[in-house]
């Protein structure tokens, strides 16, 4: 298996590189993003290992080109005090993350988890056309690339930047009680300008918009003293 090991820092690049491949694995490193892109357009690789900060650019933007052209597995690094990138690159449809300074066996064993999930899978490579993702919930159907959201007839119902990274936020994690502070940097992530109170504000607003009876809510419901949960099955068409 060939894994591409992005980092600046080279010491953390000889690391990746000397303790992967006395576990058996073909290991290529990159210092930026250009010398990665290198890389990929090389031998096929397995998986990236990538750090969020590099001095060409920016991480995020690599691993967002690596998702829209393939579907190669990419795990991240990141630091401490990179919270929101981390959020944002999980979002961006990383499989994983690890906080610096970490331990090369829990790095292996993720690597391994990965590879294992995604072998499992049998994923192919992703083509443009599959790039629009769209579910449906209850009597709605949520696009996920040209944020729209539809009902049942046919008719769109307008959301704001902020009500719709919130509705993307639940859509992705139905059944799953969200606390105010997990959808606040869920949130944030796509950009919107969001404030602790003005969660309550957004689930009162997207209430009045999906359910059929916002005083008595049966798909976004409040957990008393936990946050709230998404409680409709979501499917992908």
Same mark, same amino acid.
Request: hydrophobic share 40%.
């Given at each position: 298996?060939?894994? $591409?090991?992005?980092?600046?820092?080279?010491?953390?690049?000889? $690391?990746?590189?000397? !303790? *992967?491949?006395?576990?058996? !694995?073909?290991?290529?490193?990159?210092?930026?993003?250009?010398? +990665?892109?290198?890389?990929?357009?090389?031998?096929?690789?397995?998986?990236?290992?990538?750090?969020?900060?590099?001095?060409?650019?920016?991480?995020?933007?690599?691993?967002?080109?690596?998702?829209?052209?393939?579907?190669?597995?990419?795990?991240?690094?990141?630091?401490?005090?990179?919270?929101?990138?981390?959020?944002?690159?999980?979002?961006?449809?990383?499989?994983? !993350?690890?906080?610096?300074?970490?331990?090369?066996?829990?790095?292996?064993?993720?690597?391994?988890?990965? $590879?294992?999930?995604?072998?499992?899978?049998?994923?192919?490579?992703?083509? +443009?056309?599959?790039?629009?993702?769209?579910?449906?919930?209850?009597?709605?159907?949520?696009?996920?690339?040209?944020?729209?959201?539809?009902?049942?007839?046919?008719?769109?119902?307008?959301?704001?930047?902020?009500?719709?990274? $919130?509705?993307?936020?639940?859509?992705?994690?139905?059944?799953?009680? *969200?606390?105010?502070?997990?959808?606040?940097?869920?949130?944030?992530?796509?950009?919107?300008?969001?404030?602790?109170?003005?969660?309550?504000?957004?689930?009162?607003?997207?209430?009045?918009?999906?359910?059929?009876?916002?005083?008595?809510?049966?798909?976004?419901?409040?957990?008393?003293?936990?946050? !709230?949960?998404?409680?409709?099955?979501?499917?992908?068409?």
């Amino acid at each position: 298996m060939h894994i $591409l090991a992005v980092d600046d820092d080279e010491p953390v690049r000889e $690391l990746l590189a000397s !303790y *992967l491949t006395a576990e058996g !694995y073909r290991v290529t490193t990159a210092p930026d993003t250009a010398a +990665a892109k290198l890389a990929l357009d090389g031998d096929p690789v397995d998986l990236v290992v990538c750090d969020l900060r590099l001095p060409d650019g920016d991480g995020l933007g690599l691993v967002r080109q690596i998702r829209t052209e393939s579907q190669i597995p990419v795990i991240i690094l990141s630091s401490k005090d990179q919270d929101v990138d981390r959020i944002v690159g999980l979002e961006l449809g990383a499989d994983d !993350y690890l906080t610096k300074p970490f331990n090369p066996r829990e790095l292996l064993a993720r690597i391994k988890a990965v $590879l294992r999930r995604v072998s499992g899978e049998g994923r192919p490579p992703r083509g +443009a056309d599959e790039l629009r993702a769209v579910v449906q919930f209850a009597n709605w159907e949520l696009d996920l690339t040209a944020q729209r959201l539809r009902g049942q007839e046919g008719r769109e119902v307008e959301l704001t930047k902020a009500e719709f990274g $919130l509705l993307a936020a639940f859509v992705k994690r139905p059944q799953r009680v *969200l606390t105010r502070d997990q959808l606040l940097d869920l949130t944030r992530a796509d950009g919107a300008e969001v404030f602790d109170r003005s969660i309550d504000v957004l689930i009162l607003r997207l209430r009045r918009k999906i359910e059929a009876n916002p005083k008595e809510p049966r798909i976004i419901k409040t957990e008393r003293g936990a946050g !709230y949960v998404f409680d409709a099955k979501v499917r992908a068409i």
